[in-house]
């Protein structure tokens, strides 16, 4: 029996509370962007809209111009897979270049999230004209939209919680936004 007891109590092993240091956050400060091998700017034009107005009428008519909002996009990635946690708030908003002019970056007024992970997408204002159309007349009007592709480097500066230790994070940043929209129209008389 005391064999047993003296097992028993060998057995049992005290459980001390293991107390983990906490993981150092890197907390985003600024970032800075400047052009490498394959950035720049490529302006490309769309089309969004097309439609053909007819007045079979003896007078002149005023006719509604509207098109659907087009979308603008902002997207971040990192260079390379870090081995801490990055920290960055969804309402952390940012400027993003908005365009590349003799080798300078110019950041536009629109602020985007930063994220490293996903794709923001904006939509812009929709647009609704109207315009007057003449007695007899067949109007084709075509919408286009002109583009910025932007595709620049970056450097993100955060900074650790806990030790203040100072880090800089290398990537690319890519976005599209809305120039300025094209409008052509071609009036021929309806016999």
């Not at 150092?24 to 950035?39: P, T």
């Not at 929709?126 to 007899?136: H, I, Y």
């Not at 109007?139 to 919680?161: G, H, Q, V």
Request: with cysteine.
């Amino acid at each position: 029996m005391v064999f047993c007891i003296f097992l028993f109590s060998s057995c049992k092993k005290e459980t001390e509370a293991v107390v983990k240091e906490p993981e150092d956050v890197y907390v985003f400060q600024s970032i800075k962007y400047f052009l490498d091998e394959g950035d720049g700017l490529k302006i490309d034009t769309v089309s969004i809209y097309s439609k053909e107005f007819f007045n079979t009428t003896s007078i002149d008519k005023s006719l509604p111009l509207d098109f659907l909002e087009q979308s603008e996009t902002s997207q971040f990635f990192i260079n390379e897979e870090l081995p801490f946690t990055l920290r960055t708030n969804d309402s952390l908003k940012i400027c993003v270049p908005a365009l590349i002019s003799d080798g300078k970056i110019f950041t536009g007024n629109k602020k985007w999230t930063y994220s490293e992970t996903e794709k923001e997408t904006l939509s812009t204002s929709s647009f609704n004209s109207t315009f007057s159309l003449t007695a007899n007349t067949k109007c084709t009007i075509e919408i286009f939209a002109i583009r910025r592709n932007i595709s620049t480097s970056y450097i993100a500066k955060y900074i650790a919680t806990k030790t203040g230790k100072v880090l800089d994070v290398e990537g690319k940043w890519q976005g599209i936004q809305i120039y300025s929209y094209d409008t052509h129209g071609v009036w021929n008389p309806i016999k």
